[in-house]
């Protein structure tokens, strides 16, 4: 699966469990880890179950396996995922306030993801 493609796998499947300030970040010149870091939050810890849950089962529908690239719980207000070239952050609000990772990777590129987010 192309790297694009996931990328969009990944936010349709988010934005289908109400994912709020859905951001991704094109890391591909300035990191060597991935090629996009997806940044996201939920309102509380059972909705960050569901956004990851449904990132899980999209990519394992796809051929893409999570399995040791899952790092955190929901309760504990941070969860990674790592698809290879497409990294997911899924935090609750003052999780993602506290780490300020968009400030952190501000030299990579927004990605525009308008036309894969339902608008509300």
């Known amino acids: 699966m192309e790297t694009k493609e996931l990328l969009k796998l990944v936010v349709k499947a988010a934005d289908s469990k109400k994912a709020q300030d859905i951001v991704a970040l094109d890391v591909s010149q300035v990191s060597g880890i991935a090629d996009y870091f997806v940044i996201m939050q939920g309102m509380n810890s059972r909705q960050l179950g569901a ?3 449904a990132i899980d089962e999209a990519a394992h529908l796809a051929g893409v396996e999570v399995g040791a690239g899952k790092e955190g719980m929901p309760d504990s207000g941070w969860v990674l995922l790592d698809l290879g070239d497409v990294v997911i952050s899924v935090f ?4 993602r ?3 300020n990772l ?3 990777w501000n030299d990579a590129p927004l990605v525009d993801l308008s036309a894969w987010i339902k608008p509300e």
């Open 51 to 53: 956004i990851v849950d």
């Open 92 to 95: 609750d609000e003052d999780t």
């Open 97 to 99: 306030l506290r780490y």
């Open 102 to 104: 968009e400030k952190l």
